[in-house]
């Protein structure tokens, strides 16, 4: 809504219908429920019915139908990514200059079987007959596509049309004065106390520790970067330059590999590795806090978390936890519960940082850098608690390491399914993932295999966990893949690029390397991208020169219903 330059708020689903009164219009959001769970979030009918314009998207659509007396069922199958929506009446207000067949995004499994009395169908997709629906005599409104996200092709037009047009909406909100409004609530939030930061040297922490300095001063704003030996090969460096460039004087780097390591030997479980990482850097943060003399109320915590990491933490009251981000951990929790945690970029997108981080003159190469998570390599390093075989399935062939992916809004955990196919810059082999991932049941993710050293049948997946020299060897994998897709240009087409360990292979080899070329706005939904055949073909045989490497696959997954990062 502020990109189409309307003020917005953002109300717990149970608010109560008074305070909604003034509101132009209300938008109900999707979210991970189904209308007929136990715990599923509800708007009261009273807000529904004042008259207000409603907008239902996903399972705001769904709960919309539900309360005006529709009926919600279980889809037969899931529908995750693209789709086509073709329109059925031409004369909606929602729809006006839309398409009649246009690209759109769809996550769900749950659909409006029958519209309530008095709405009528607007738009389906091939796998979705209730895609669009209108009451227009009372201004009702559900989509069961996401028009906010940038893969529905049309999405602002029918948002616009939505605000503008249906609610009668003026442009209030100018993101030209966004500096300054994050400067104020800065001072606003931190008073006469200063701000001490751990800088990554991403995007994120550098635009919001750069904002603190405006807003404060040089003399109130501390930063220290933490090497906890899970980063990439040259970031220190990297960091160290970065902040003598602001003219803040030097950061600090506290190095903490061991402390890092030793906490994750043995581990294997994604969302404990998390947890483990961000308990050790809540440790080095209460130490250096205590050694630097900050523990007095008169510092207080500055972090970079932007708002899809509250969301997908489930930040937001009803949002389900997908990865729990490093910022809100148990220690951090704390300090937030107690006032200490200031958060300059906590309402804003990855794009909207960016242009922050613009206006802020900060140079090119800082903003366009690929995000890179707080956790690091950890979670880009799989494990597995068992030694077990690749086997054949009707699709490909299943390796049984697991992976983090989002469907419907919720959490997956599930094996990998490998096929037998060059994924060469034409393939589009990323639409046939789509198909497998929604037939194949208890698979989140599909990779092609470029090339191994053993033919699929012959690997196996080997118990491992995080160690020194398997952060090791992805750090000069990652290494590079990053120096040829610098080189080759390939940088410029794509958002980010892990490059993730798996524990798969045969004889002596015992992990392969896979490449996760995505191209995305936001970080929260991405695409899986192709790239040039030479490029793809350099790239696999630098890897394949190092002995411990037993292949190169290639991650197909869009997300959904993959995640970006595997755990
Ligand atoms: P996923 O894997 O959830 O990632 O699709 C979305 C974006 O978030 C980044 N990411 C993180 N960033 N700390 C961070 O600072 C984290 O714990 C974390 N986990 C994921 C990820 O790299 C991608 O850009």
């Given at each position: 809504m502020r990109e189409l330059g309307v003020s917005t708020e953002v109300f717990p689903s149970e608010t109560n219908p008074e305070k909604l009164r003034s509101a132009r219009g209300l938008i109900i959001s999707g979210g991970p429920h189904s209308v007929y769970d136990d715990a599923s979030p509800h708007v009261d009918p009273l807000a529904l019915q004042a008259g207000t314009p409603v907008l239902g998207i996903c399972y705001g659509q769904q709960l919309l139908a539900q309360a005006m007396g529709g009926s919600v069922r279980k889809g037969d199958k899931g529908e995750f990514g693209l789709a086509i929506l073709d329109l059925i009446?031409?004369?909606?207000r929602l729809f006006a200059g839309v398409r009649d067949h246009q690209q759109i995004w769809m996550s769900h499994r749950d659909v409006v079987e029958a519209p309530p009395a008095g709405f009528r169908l607007l738009a389906s997709t091939s796998t979705c007959h209730t895609a669009a629906i209108e009451d227009p005599e009372r201004r009702m409104y559900g989509v069961q596509f996401h028009p906010e996200v940038v893969h529905t092709a049309q999405g602002s037009r029918i948002l616009e049309n939505f605000v503008l047009d249906i609610c009668g909406c003026a442009k209030d909100w100018n993101p030209g004065q966004r500096v300054k409004l994050v400067e104020e609530q800065i001072q606003r939030t931190v008073g006469d106390r200063n701000v001490f930061f751990f800088v990554s040297g991403g995007v994120d922490s550098t635009v919001a520790f750069t904002l603190c300095l405006r807003a404060l001063g040089a003399d109130r704003v501390r930063g220290v970067y933490v090497d906890?030996?899970?980063?990439?090969?040259?970031e220190t460096e990297f960091v160290e330059i970065t902040f003598a460039n602001l003219g803040t004087g030097s950061v600090e780097i506290a190095h903490c590999e061991d402390q890092f390591l030793t906490a994750l030997e043995h581990v294997r479980e994604p969302e404990l590795k998390r947890h483990i990482i961000g308990e050790q850097f809540v440790r080095v943060q209460e130490r250096i806090i205590e050694d630097l003399g900050l523990l007095d109320d008169r510092w207080i915590l500055g972090q970079g978390t932007i708002y899809p990491d509250t969301i997908e933490s489930g930040g937001t009251a009803k949002a389900a936890t997908i990865k729990t981000h490093h910022n809100r951990v148990p220690g951090i929790q704390k300090l937030i519960e107690a006032g200490r945690v200031v958060e300059p970029l906590a309402d804003f997108y990855k794009d909207e940082v960016r242009a922050i981080g613009r206006e802020l003159q900060l140079p090119r190469e800082l903003l366009e850098r690929h995000p890179f998570p707080g956790p690091g390599l950890a979670i880009r390093c799989l494990c597995a608690e068992a030694d077990e075989p690749v086997t054949r399935v009707p699709e490909g062939w299943l390796m049984p390491v697991r992976s983090v992916g989002v469907q419907g809004d919720s959490r997956s955990y599930a094996p990998i399914l490998a096929i037998d196919a060059f994924p060469s810059a034409d393939s589009r082999l990323q639409d046939e993932a789509t198909e497998l991932v929604n037939r194949t049941?208890?698979?989140n993710r599909v990779v092609a295999r470029v090339t191994s050293r053993e033919p699929l049948e012959k690997q196996h997946v080997y118990a491992s966990s995080v160690t020194r020299g398997r952060i090791a060897l992805l750090r000069e994998t990652d290494r590079i893949v990053r120096d040829l897709t610098a080189s080759s240009g390939f940088d410029a087409d794509v958002w980010q690029f892990p490059v993730i360990l798996i524990p798969v292979g045969a004889g002596e080899s015992r992990d392969a390397v896979v490449l996760r070329p995505i191209q995305s706005v936001d970080g929260m939904t991405a695409d899986s991208v192709s790239m040039p055949d030479e490029l793809l073909s350099a790239m696999t045989a630098r890897l394949m020169?190092?002995?411990?490497?037993s292949g190169v696959y290639y991650d197909l997954t869009h997300k959904p219903p993959g995640t970006i990062e595997w755990e």
């Open positions: 009446e031409h004369d909606s906890t030996g899970l980063m990439r090969y040259g049941a208890n698979v020169a190092i002995e411990e490497i």
